[in-house]
């Protein structure tokens, strides 16, 4: 999109209205039909973004489409500025929980780019936003809405716009009458007081985040009718499946391994005494605690990941972690198979919504490295998706490191021959046989096949805000003190660099 875009809009020939009942009927029906098949067929679901400048009727239209469709398949959602709750959460938390499911449509008023012109016309904390904050704001839109895109969900963005004078109008009509004189907020007031700045604002922020795979559908707004058609035919298309499908992500840069370490080596550390450990695990333990009361503690939280082979200790490990913790302060999640609801939504939707605030820990146990390990080796996901999994993982994790959440990713590493040793003793045992199910020991079979995805995982995925650390956890002792170490001082060096 080029810069002056809106401006050119207006300068165009005004749009007739048109006022064919029978073509508005016929646009109508054949909405309502494609999503009645898009309810029975769920093949994708439909998110419709409208932005538009005050008064240009972007509400009037979002109104009259919800009067031609089923209100029950249908979801709209407006957004104000965020509350403390959305605050504590980075930016795009509250989005992804609103993300509709296959078979559904999805409706939202300005979405993530109310936020982007917020900061571009420098109505927040101008300490947050520094130097290329629309890049980076541009940069993560666009690589979630290819990532929805090729997790099956439509999406179209359409912005509404005026010229100033049929803003200003408009405005005075409505403040004209008392019964229309409260839909004239002091926002509008504002707008049409800066109509230049505003508009040269939305042009930077449209041509920013205006990329192949969801372009941006603009408007003019002045005749009712034609703006109304105009947005009823994107979404049309969205419904009926029509739009451009995105090409597949090219596969990310290989980076370099994050330890040099064989996945199945065993610790070389002799094992510690009864006493010595459990020593060191109160030291341990304590500093963890001690380091959740500083006040700067305050600012952050932390997502803890365990992953590893089955049988490698992490329940253990995390239970030392917890040990330290204010049970008020923690979640612990266990990831297992997706449920029907999950698999509805894009693979990264249940982890978003369980992202924890300011203050506090979330753990887990397994995690969304699951799309590059179990789904990966046991073909429960094509190629093209785990494979453009890496890039939105790191994004992912970026997001989290940007927004002051502490990441930490452990990789319990336990030899072949432990793994059976474990099994083997858990069917022994009557109190801990539910630990092992037939499901693992088909994983074990696979055993090659999860080292070298497991390999590539740490090679693709460790970065300077999300880093990992491999625990060799063939000595259970050595492994949980380890854990608690890096994790106390992965959060000590996040509290030091916050300085005082």
């Not at 490990?317 to 302060?329: G, K």
């Given at each position: 999109?080029?810069?002056?875009r809106?401006?050119e809009?207006?300068?165009?020939?005004?749009?007739?209205?048109?006022?064919?009942?029978r073509a508005?009927?016929?646009?109508?029906?054949?909405?309502l039909?494609a999503?009645?098949e898009?309810?029975?067929r769920?093949?994708h679901a439909?998110l419709?973004?409208?932005?538009?400048i005050?008064?240009?009727?972007?509400?009037?239209v979002?109104?009259e489409?919800?009067?031609?469709l089923?209100?029950?398949?249908?979801?709209?959602?407006?957004?104000e500025?965020?509350?403390?709750?959305?605050?504590?959460?980075?930016?795009l938390?509250?989005?992804?929980?609103v993300?509709p499911?296959?078979?559904?449509v999805?409706?939202l008023?300005g979405?993530?780019?109310?936020?982007?012109?917020?900061?571009?016309?420098g109505?927040?904390?101008?300490?947050?936003r520094?130097?290329?904050?629309l890049?980076?704001?541009?940069?993560?839109?666009?690589?979630l809405?290819?990532?929805?895109?090729?997790?099956?969900?439509?999406?179209?963005k359409?912005?509404?716009?005026?010229?100033?004078?049929?803003?200003?109008?408009?405005?005075?009509?409505l403040?004209?009458?008392?019964a229309?004189?409260?839909?004239?907020?002091r926002?509008?007031?504002?707008?049409?007081r800066?109509?230049?700045?505003v508009e040269?604002?939305l042009?930077?922020?449209?041509?920013?985040?205006?990329?192949?795979?969801a372009?941006?559908h603009?408007?003019?707004?002045?005749?009712?009718?034609?703006?109304?058609h105009?947005?009823?035919r994107?979404?049309?298309?969205?419904v009926s499946?029509?739009?451009a499908k995105v090409?597949?992500a090219r596969?990310?840069?290989?980076?370099?391994?994050?330890?040099?370490?064989?996945?199945?080596?065993?610790?070389s550390?002799?094992?510690?005494?009864?006493?010595d450990?459990?020593?060191?695990?109160?030291?341990?333990?304590?500093?963890?605690?001690?380091l959740?009361?500083r006040?700067?503690?305050?600012?952050?939280?932390?997502?803890?990941?365990?992953?590893g082979?089955?049988?490698?200790?992490?329940?253990g490990?995390?239970?030392?972690?917890?040990?330290?913790?204010?049970?008020?302060?923690y979640?612990v999640?266990?990831?297992s198979?997706?449920?029907?609801?999950e698999l509805?939504?894009?693979?990264?939707?249940?982890?978003?919504?369980e992202l924890?605030?300011r203050?506090?820990?979330?753990?887990f146990?397994?995690?969304?490295?699951?799309r590059?390990?179990v789904?990966?080796?046991?073909?429960?996901?094509?190629?093209?998706d785990?494979?453009r999994?890496y890039?939105?993982?790191?994004e992912?994790?970026r997001?989290?490191?940007e927004?002051?959440?502490i990441?930490?990713?452990f990789?319990?590493?336990?030899?072949?021959?432990e793994?059976l040793?474990?099994?083997?003793e858990r069917?022994?045992n009557?109190?801990?046989?539910y630990?092992?199910?037939?499901?693992?020991?088909v994983?074990?079979?696979h055993w090659?096949q999860?080292?070298?995805a497991?390999?590539?995982?740490?090679a693709?995925?460790?970065?300077?805000h999300?880093?990992?650390?491999?625990?060799?956890a063939?000595?259970?002792?050595?492994?949980r003190?380890?854990?608690l170490?890096?994790?106390?001082?992965?959060?000590?060096?996040?509290?030091?660099r916050?300085?005082?």
């Open positions: 999109m080029s810069r002056r809106l401006r809009l207006l300068r165009r020939p005004r749009p007739v209205a048109i006022v064919d009942e508005t009927r016929e646009l109508r029906d054949r909405l039909d999503q009645f898009l309810r029975e769920k093949s439909v419709l973004i409208v932005s538009g005050p008064a240009a009727g972007r509400s009037e979002v109104n489409i919800l009067g031609w089923d209100p029950k398949l249908v979801d709209v959602h407006g957004f500025a965020c509350n403390e709750f959305e605050l504590s959460r980075p930016a938390w509250r989005y992804w929980h993300l499911p296959k078979g559904r999805a409706i008023h979405g993530w780019y109310q936020d982007v012109l917020q900061q571009a016309l109505r927040d904390d101008a300490k947050q520094g130097p290329g904050w890049n980076r704001a541009a940069e993560r839109i666009v690589q809405e290819r990532m929805l895109l090729q997790d099956g969900v439509a999406l179209e359409v912005h509404l716009h005026v010229s100033r004078a049929t803003q200003r109008k408009r405005l005075e009509t403040a004209a009458d008392k229309t004189r409260w839909r004239v907020t926002e509008d007031r504002w707008t049409l800066h109509y230049p700045a040269r604002a042009e930077r922020c449209l041509d920013a985040t205006d990329h192949p795979a372009p941006w603009l408007v003019d707004g002045t005749a009712p009718q034609h703006r109304l105009k947005v009823a994107r979404l049309l298309l969205a499946g029509s739009t090409p597949g596969p990310a840069a290989r980076r370099r391994p994050a330890q040099s370490v064989d996945l199945s080596a065993v610790a550390a002799p094992k510690p005494t009864d006493a450990y459990e020593r060191e695990l109160e030291r341990l333990q304590g500093r963890l605690a001690r959740t009361r006040k700067r503690f305050s600012r952050h939280a932390v997502v803890a990941v365990f992953e082979m089955d049988a490698a200790g992490k329940g490990a995390i239970r030392r972690v917890t040990s330290a913790l204010d049970a008020r302060q979640r999640l266990p990831i198979a997706p449920s029907a609801e509805a939504r894009p693979y990264l939707w249940r982890f978003w919504r924890p605030s203050g506090r820990f979330t753990i146990d397994r995690s969304w490295y699951g590059v390990l789904e990966r080796v046991r073909n429960l996901a094509a190629e093209r785990w494979r999994a890039d939105e993982i790191v992912f994790e997001q989290l490191d927004h002051g959440l990441v930490a990713k990789w319990l590493a336990v030899s072949r021959d793994q040793a474990r099994f083997n069917d022994r009557p109190l801990k046989r630990k092992v199910d037939p499901e693992d020991w994983n074990r079979e090659s999860y080292q070298h497991a390999q590539e995982m740490l693709r995925t460790h970065t300077p999300g880093p990992w650390t491999v625990v060799a063939d000595v259970k002792r050595l492994a003190l380890e854990v170490r890096t994790l106390g001082d992965r959060i000590d060096a996040v509290l030091d916050d300085g005082t």
